[in-house]
């Protein structure tokens, strides 16, 4: 038979900060199935998530007797799951921000996990709403339903920074509401990994299957090895996003001390309050200010 929703536990993930700790808390929230435990504070792994301890023995092996139903196939073997992870580097550095990332961690997991029927990524920071990606049309209502409502596999996995699984998401009584369109949709079962990016961000990485039972632990093990580098690759476009505005907010002081002959502090407060009262980020106030600064050069 397939492991109940509660025969697997574990400990939490790494401490979130405290804003996002208010996003996401709720009072009810249940260890769940699969987690990690912390890893080493080296620098080398200071936004790495620890390989975690996995209870194979308590999860449903697909085809396996005593198994709900024949599931997917299995994993890939290493050789191969070290090609998907080097593909993901390269697929998700090469991104230009961290929204068409997401886009594409959604559509890789989608295709590198047998059986997945939809995968749809949320993340979310400080004082913002999430940031969705999906990999297609396919069970997008009960994406959409779960966002709507606040309450779902995806979210628990984040507000739990635990692994949740459902092996009959039409009958599972955590989320009554979503039983009715998991069945519209023709999905069955889901896996929701959580994501924790360089301490600022948290969310989740749900894979919504077709197939009665869950999902195959081998095939379990490689979500959470994408997952995991994910996490590691989307801090890193974090980082360099960070880099690109810190400069163009500088360029934009400048612009501004040249202009008002005014004192660098001077000229933050005037780009940060501009920001405030046009309902923009500096990044965006500080482009439009060099923009329209090298116009008026030109003429």
């Not at 929230?29 to 080493?40: F, H, K, M, R, S």
């Not at 080296?42 to 936004?47: C, F, G, M, W």
């Not at 069970?139 to 606040?150: I, N, P, R």
């Not at 309050?273 to 329209?292: C, K, M, P, S, Y």
Request: proline content about 7%.
């Amino acid at each position: 038979m397939a492991a109940s929703p509660d025969q697997v536990r574990g400990t939490g993930r790494r401490r979130t900060p405290a804003a996002v700790k208010t996003i996401l808390a709720a009072p009810d929230a249940t260890p769940a199935v699969l987690t990690a435990a912390g890893g080493d504070q080296s620098p080398l792994r200071a936004n790495a998530v620890a390989v975690p301890e996995v209870r194979l023995d308590l999860l449903p092996r697909a085809g396996t007797p005593g198994s709900a139903a024949p599931g997917p196939l299995a994993g890939p073997h290493p050789v191969e799951l070290a090609g998907l992870l080097h593909e993901l580097t390269a697929r998700l550095l090469g991104a230009d921000d961290v929204p068409q990332a997401l886009d594409r961690l959604a559509a890789f997991a989608a295709g590198a996990i047998p059986g997945t029927l939809r995968c749809s990524v949320a993340l979310i920071g400080e004082g913002g709403p999430p940031v969705v990606a999906a990999s297609g049309t396919a069970a997008k209502a009960l994406d959409d339903l779960e966002y709507a409502g606040g309450d779902g596999p995806g979210l628990e996995a984040a507000r739990t920074r635990a692994l949740v699984t459902a092996s009959d998401l039409q009958s599972d009584p955590r989320w009554p509401r979503l039983a009715e369109c998991a069945r519209a949709e023709g999905v069955h079962s889901v896996v929701a990994i959580p994501m924790d990016v360089q301490r600022s961000s948290v969310g989740a990485l749900s894979l919504y299957v077709a197939t009665p039972g869950g999902v195959d632990p081998e095939v379990l093990l490689t979500a959470m090895a994408i997952v995991n580098q994910a996490e590691l690759l989307l801090g890193e476009l974090g980082r360099r996003e960070g880099l690109r505005e810190g400069a163009t907010v500088d360029r934009a002081a400048g612009v501004i001390i040249a202009q008002r002959g005014c004192g660098v502090q001077e000229a933050y407060t005037v780009l940060r309050e501009t920001a405030q009262r046009l309902g923009l980020d500096r990044r965006a106030v500080a482009e439009r200010l060099i923009a329209a600064a090298a116009r008026n050069a030109e003429a």
